[in-house]
């Protein structure tokens, strides 16, 4: 299955990007340029689904629907 959420990307007042996912509520996370910021976005993001799984929570659902 494919899932896509919306994610906020902002600059960090000490420098970088911070990114957290809204409909994700299990953290957040950083990188010191956008591109870094977007790669541990994806990894964050594919890290918190497979925390639902195994927990076997429910996974949330994508506000923006791009399934």
Request: charged share 30%; with cysteine; proline share 7%.
């Amino acid at each position: 299955m494919k899932y896509v959420y919306p994610a906020i990307f902002e600059p960090d007042i000490e420098g970088g990007f911070c990114v957290y996912f809204p409909d994700i509520s299990t953290g957040a996370t950083q990188g010191e340029s956008l591109i870094e910021c977007m790669d541990a976005a994806e990894k964050f993001l594919g890290d918190a689904l497979c925390f639902f799984e195994d927990e076997e929570r429910e996974i949330p659902e994508p506000a923006a629907s791009g399934r």
